[in-house]
């Protein structure tokens, strides 16, 4: 059991912006691809954002691309999601994720999960 831990979650108008937080034990978070999932209300979770081990690489879905910016700080073994322009349909919870040494947007390849954190965006 790795414990990922989601903050930073709220409801926000249309047009406004959040930043999510996730924090991971040091012998997990350093090592590994870090990524953002999210679970709409009666949907699919799907990819978000995905960012490499030191930070040099990091992926999108297309859907978030131009608004939404991931990071990391090693250091302090938190992983974050600068999200503007948010738009209603960003609505959903969102989790944060390891894959190892993975790129992928695949959940079934995913080793931990955080247990979410909701984001409403209101119209």
């Known amino acids: 059991q790795v414990d990922l831990v989601e903050s930073g979650g709220g409801l926000v108008q249309a047009g406004g912006s959040l930043r999510l937080s996730c924090t991971a034990p040091g012998r997990i978070f350093s090592s590994n691809v870090m990524n953002w999932f999210r679970q709409a209300p009666g949907k699919e979770r799907e990819f978000v954002a995905r960012?490499?081990?030191?930070?040099?690489?990091?992926d999108y879905a297309d859907s978030v691309k131009g608004r939404f910016t991931v990071s990391r700080d090693n250091a302090k073994n938190t992983l974050y999601l600068q999200m503007n322009s948010l738009k209603p349909e960003d609505t959903a919870v969102y989790y944060c994720?390891?894959?190892?040494?993975?790129?992928?947007?695949?959940?079934?390849?995913?080793?931990?999960w955080g247990q979410g954190t909701q984001v409403t965006v209101s119209s």
């Open positions: 960012i490499s081990w030191n930070g040099d690489s990091t």
């Open positions: 994720a390891t894959t190892g040494t993975i790129y992928t947007r695949h959940t079934d390849l995913v080793n931990y």
